[in-house]
């Protein structure tokens, strides 16, 4: 167990690391009921979580609720970053290979099981994902729902960040839209660690600076290019600045399904309206708040409330995660022991770049 309490980088806690990490478990957990409804009904979810942190209820026979590959593969990553103290393409898909191999029942797409197989055949761990769908690779959110650890890991460095969540990705997820959806979260992520938790934070400079990010990521694109994230940020800031947006507005432009492109952007704007009190759900705590009105867009539920999760959990900390919930969810001491290693990770990296090329 850790004994300090801070990174180098003043007032970021060990408790950050594990709001960020057990709320992805919690969206991740939780969204779990509802992967691939279209729709949920406001109401219904909002008796569902009423329920869920009342500790007098009789929710028994949902409990533990299990957890899916997005968190079996967010344990993978953090384990090989932790292991390694820097980011290991190897040793990180073998990671992947094996926790996928003895739990497979965590509701993996086929694609990725189909990249896990030819892992185990290849030395390159990068060759199967990139010889995807005839080499355009995959465009899923698989990158992203997982890269919660890469960007608490290297927070203090961006461009390193960066790297370590492209590379990450691209062992299963080669296709532009999934590298840069994880690059997105991972920058989400790290800013939401890095904000002033003395002001609010100012979702229009948040996104702001995210775009000029973004920007520079997709530096090659047509700045008209629909489907740039750019794009999407834009759309997030339309959304805010609309005190009438529905569930369906937030879904017609944004999206909720499996692609990375339309998913990470929802997780992103789910996370800023969840900084304030939603129509609808009864809650007050923000990260409960945020991982319900992730799940009540519908869709790919688990996925999007991990994210929108990890994000929320990295800036409002362990003090904003609901004990009640979170006892009703399988692996929550295995996570918070997780972020306290990653924590301790981070005091002892010596590591400053990759050790694979791009
Ligand atoms: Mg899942």
Redesign the pocket.
């Known amino acids: 167990m850790s004994t300090s309490t801070q990174t180098c980088v003043p007032n970021i806690t060990v408790d950050q690391f594990k709001g960020c990490l057990l709320a992805a478990l919690l969206g991740?957990c939780i969204?779990?009921l509802f992967?691939g409804k279209q729709e949920v009904p406001m109401e219904d979810l909002d008796d569902l979580f009423q329920d869920l942190v009342n500790e007098e209820s009789t929710l028994d026979q949902l409990v533990p609720l299990e957890y899916?590959?997005?968190t079996a593969m967010l344990k993978s990553v953090a384990e090989s970053l932790i292991r390694n103290k820097c980011f290991k393409a190897t040793d990180m898909a073998n990671m992947f290979v094996s926790e996928y191999f003895e739990s497979p029942g965590?509701?993996?797409g086929q694609s990725v099981v189909d990249v896990f197989a030819k892992l185990k055949k290849v030395s390159d761990p990068f060759q199967p994902a990139r010889e995807q769908f005839s080499g355009s690779g995959s465009y899923g959110n698989g990158g992203a729902?997982r890269i919660a650890p890469a960007a608490l890991f290297a927070h203090q460095n961006t461009q390193h960040m960066l790297d370590i969540a492209a590379q990450a990705t691209k062992i299963t997820h080669t296709n532009r839209l999934g590298v840069h959806g994880a690059l997105l979260q991972a920058l989400a992520v790290q800013k939401a660690l890095l904000a002033d938790k003395r002001k609010p934070i100012d979702s229009k400079t948040f996104l702001t600076e995210l775009k000029k990010e973004m920007k520079s990521i997709e530096k090659d694109l047509d700045k008209d290019e629909d489907e740039s994230y750019t794009n999407k940020l834009d759309k997030i800031r339309h959304l805010l600045n609309d005190s009438k947006t529905s569930v369906k507005d937030v879904v017609r432009a944004l999206g909720h399904g499996i692609a990375a492109h339309e998913s990470v952007p929802t997780a992103l704007y789910v996370f800023l309206r969840s900084l304030q009190p939603i129509p609808g759900i009864e809650c007050d705590n923000p990260v409960s708040r945020t991982i319900q009105y992730a799940i009540a867009l519908g869709g790919?539920t688990?996925?999007i409330a991990?994210m929108a999760g990890a994000i929320a959990g990295a800036y409002h900390g362990l003090e904003h995660i609901d004990r009640v919930l979170l006892g009703r969810v399988e692996g929550k001491e295995y996570i918070e022991d997780l972020a306290v290693r990653l924590f301790d990770a981070v005091e002892k990296s010596g590591c400053s770049e990759p050790e694979v090329e791009r």
């Open positions: 991740d969204g779990a992967e899916t590959d997005d965590r509701g993996y729902m790919d688990d996925t991990t």
